[in-house]
């Protein structure tokens, strides 16, 4: 359920909603001691009530904030309310790459604008030993200016924690589970087993793939659909 304008979360003051998704609700809000526009992203009720992984989000997100990066979105907090955990991060204008991306596919140029600055975000993170494991285009986003944000570093690697015999009966079936999103998934990733910055290699191969041709590299929304499953 949407938070309504006005909530508070410590000194963050929900103003609208900006989106949901797999990974929550994220949120418009004023931090009204800094006097600057935030965004608010209020995480699934698994990493909630389970104390290993809010320790484990805790302790991802002290080395997702450590990320300095122009393209990289800045985490600026993290806190617990009332049962509901919620991550502070710099509220980023423009369009996800989703909405940019036209049916044709965008101007060689600009693909190639953009890919290498979400590559110079991978490159970085990947030296600091952070894996996105959920790169794609909604996750993308881009400023007026062609300026890119890559968003949501590291959470897909705290949900990881949470791969169990539930996510095994989800993840066969349904796009933007826990563990990432089947379209843009490597094949390791999409059978469950442990990845490396070469998951992200592969992601960003077929959000390369997308920006140019506009259409996504694996269409199926199942492993099997996808081709990552043998029948």
């Known amino acids: 359920m949407a938070l309504t304008p006005g909530t508070k979360f410590g000194p963050y003051e929900i103003e609208s909603l900006l989106g949901m998704g797999g990974m929550g609700e994220v949120y418009s809000a004023r931090d009204t001691r800094l006097q ?11 990493l909630s009530s389970n104390p290993d992984l809010r320790s ?4 991802e997100a002290k080395s997702i904030s450590a990320l300095q990066h122009p393209n990289i979105c800045v985490v600026h907090d993290i806190g617990s309310q009332n049962g509901v955990d919620f991550m502070v991060m710099e509220c980023v204008s423009g369009r996800t790459l989703d909405l940019v991306i036209p049916a044709g596919g965008l101007p060689p140029d ?10 110079d975000a991978l490159a970085f993170a990947h030296a600091a030993g952070i894996v996105h494991r959920d790169l794609k285009p909604s996750n993308v986003m881009v400023d007026k200016n062609g300026l890119v944000k890559v968003l949501d570093f590291g959470l897909a690697k705290v949900s ?8 095994s009966a989800t993840m066969a079936t349904t796009p933007g589970t826990i563990v990432g999103t089947i379209a843009y998934m490597s094949p390791e990733q999409a059978e ?3 990845v490396d910055a070469r998951s992200d290699i592969f992601s960003f191969g077929a959000l390369l793939y997308e920006m140019l041709s506009g259409r996504r590299a694996f ?13």
Do not use: N
């Open 36 to 46: 600057r526009t935030v965004a608010i992203k209020i995480l699934p009720s698994h």
């Open 56 to 59: 484990r989000f805790e302790q």
């Open 110 to 119: 600009a693909a190639i604008r953009y890919a290498v600055q979400i590559a």
């Open 160 to 167: 990881k924690a949470a791969a169990t015999a539930a996510e």
């Open 192 to 194: 469950g087993k442990l």
């Open 219 to 231: 269409e199926g929304k199942s492993r099997r659909a996808a081709g990552r499953d043998p029948a």
